[in-house]
């Protein structure tokens, strides 16, 4: 059964530096996203991507992160200039659109990368 | 901003016994979702609902939506240690962005 991928599943990083989290979604799904779940809190929402732009953000997605799809298999997640703050296990999502603005498609996780900065 | 609201916060059961695990949204939901997390792990989808007083089974897992499509009830009959994780819901009010529960934590004893 297709599922998505991440790597790394550790990342250790000093505070201040750039971190590309990679994912490749399911093969034919059009919808990627990125989510966030610190230690011991909810998972929370960063970013969805569609049509190789981002479609929504939330606040806490903010100009430390970027979104990629580089390649036509590839979804990355940069968090440049890291802090200790966004240590937090990331996880990435990836449907198929049913179609219309208010779609509810599942949405497959991966299994996570969890970064740790120090 | 989507609140979801999910009790009891954690949840110690013996193996067979029945439970149910609840899941109240500030918001009409246009689809409700539940997934499972192992500690450590990613989510794993078990059911999406979406039409008021919806319900759905897998195994012994059933969940529900309400008519006004505000609550949901995740009901797992005769559970088993397999049945341990991290239950969250999930929504949203478009299909773009998602919310999720605060997670209830399971624990079966054998």
């Known amino acids: 059964e297709p599922e998505v991928t991440q790597t790394p599943s550790h990342q250790v990083t000093q505070m201040g530096q750039e971190v590309i989290l990679r994912c490749v979604p399911i093969?034919?799904?059009?919808?990627f996203y990125w989510y966030r779940q610190i230690l011991g809190q909810k998972v929370e929402f960063l970013v969805s991507?569609?049509?190789?732009?981002?479609?929504?953000k939330s606040e806490i997605f903010d100009d430390q992160f970027s979104v990629e799809r580089p390649d036509g298999s590839n979804f990355t997640l940069k968090i440049r200039s890291t802090k200790l703050e966004d240590s937090a296990m990331y996880f990435c999502a990836s449907s198929v659109p049913s179609g219309g603005p208010k779609s509810t498609d599942t949405q497959y996780f991966g299994p996570g990368t969890r970064l740790t900065v120090l | 901003s989507q609140e979801l609201e999910q009790s009891p916060q954690s949840l110690i059961v013996q193996e067979g016994k029945n439970l149910t695990i609840n899941c109240t949204s500030s918001?009409?939901?246009?689809?409700l979702y539940w997934y499972k997390q192992k500690y450590g792990e990613g989510l794993i989808f078990l059911m999406m609902l979406q039409k008021g007083g919806e319900e759905k089974s897998h195994e012994k897992i059933t969940a529900k939506l309400d008519e006004k499509k505000q609550q949901s009830s995740l009901h797992i009959t005769a559970s088993q240690p397999s049945h341990a994780g991290i239950y969250l819901c999930g929504a949203g009010p478009t299909g773009n962005q998602f919310y999720f529960g605060t997670g209830t934590s399971l624990t079966v004893i054998p």
């Open positions: 918001k009409t939901l246009y689809g």
């Open positions: 991507f569609y049509n190789n732009e981002i479609s929504e």
């Open positions: 093969s034919n799904h059009l919808y």
